[in-house]
């Protein structure tokens, strides 16, 4: 069987409905009462319309609820060697990995999404035909706070701040060679400075909850480096929501470790697209329902087919 790596999409990715069955299952029927405790619906995630998930606070932890419940729905015997998530999937990878919960990794969702829902300044946008030290150099000449916050393939990267601030590099990327720049619709400058105050309340948070190493390697957003030790992954997880969400080198690192598959746990195919960008050699398959989890080992290509 075909080695495969573990990827969980972050917010942007979720859709109504997503969660449809997943409340059947023991451990989503616990996590709805764990959110129910902490004063969170989880209605929008099994049908609703688009716009009651959208908001922060619903989004995160409805996203971690479904893509923990998919992994644990995944065939027993397979080969993990690493997991990663996006930005709040990094929750997910973290109880995939043992080295949360299912529970404290819904909780934290909660708390993680409610701290970034508070934080209103700013926004974001998406630049396509631009690499980061580009970027990062038009960062620099802007007056105000932007900065590089994911980089997400070769060529799309996305850039969080003030309003402002992101206006006059949108003027500047174009100028400089920018295909496209793609305002997102997001209720703050997410993986900013401008996050500052939620994530020292969050990483106050993340000191009360238990961990233990990781079974399998945790690729962290921060740094894309492969941790284990639970006093490493909460310093990382601390400086998450202040730092870019380095993708593309997280991929490359997934398949240094020797990943021939990466299949993305939770709803959409925007990891799926990406990895495509990163790794066009490297099949990449999505698992967005039980049916998809339960039957994901038929669909892996053999390790042979699979090698890059």
């Known amino acids: 069987m075909s080695r495969v790596a573990l990827c969980f999409p972050g917010q942007g990715s979720q859709v109504p409905g997503m969660a449809a069955g997943l409340e059947a299952s023991e ?81 934290l969702a ?20 631009l690499e980061p030290e580009a970027l990062t150099a038009i960062c620099a000449q802007v007056s105000g706070t932007v900065v590089v916050a994911n980089l997400n393939a070769p060529g799309q990267v996305v850039v969080s701040g003030t309003g402002e601030a992101v206006a006059e590099l949108t003027r500047r990327a174009l100028a400089a060679g920018a295909r496209r720049v793609l ?19 969050f990483a106050g948070v993340l000191d009360t909850v238990p961990m233990i190493p990781a079974a399998i390697p945790v690729i962290a957003n921060v740094d894309a480096a492969a ?15 202040v730092s870019p969400v380095r993708w ?6 997934m398949l240094e470790l020797g990943a021939e598959v990466l299949v ?19 099949p990449a398959l999505g698992v967005a329902d ?19």
Request: proline share 7%; net charge neutral.
């Open 110 to 129: 909660v708390e993680r999404g409610r701290r970034m829902a508070a934080m209103r300044e700013g926004t974001m946008a998406a630049v396509l035909g």
């Open 27 to 107: 451990l989503g029927a616990r996590l709805l009462r764990v959110a129910a405790d902490l004063g969170v619906d989880l209605g929008p995630a099994f049908s609703g319309d688009e716009e009651l998930l959208r908001p922060t606070e619903v989004a995160q932890p409805a996203l971690v609820f479904t893509e923990v419940v998919l992994a644990a729905a995944l065939p027993a015997d397979l080969e993990v060697i690493a997991v990663a998530g996006h930005s709040v999937g990094e929750l997910a990878a973290l109880a995939a990995g043992g080295v949360l919960s299912a529970e404290a990794a819904l909780r």
């Open 183 to 201: 305002p997102l619709r997001v209720s703050g400058a997410f993986h900013s400075p401008l996050m500052g105050e939620a994530a020292a309340g």
């Open 248 to 253: 593309t080198e997280s991929v490359a690192r």
């Open 290 to 308: 039980l049916a998809a989890a339960g039957g994901l080992r038929e669909r892996l290509p053999s390790p042979s087919a699979a090698a890059p």
């Open 264 to 282: 993305e746990v939770g709803p959409g195919s925007v990891l799926t697209g990406l990895a495509r960008r990163i790794a066009p050699g490297t």
């Open 227 to 241: 941790v284990r030790d639970p006093a490493q992954i909460r310093d990382r997880l601390g400086r998450q929501m």
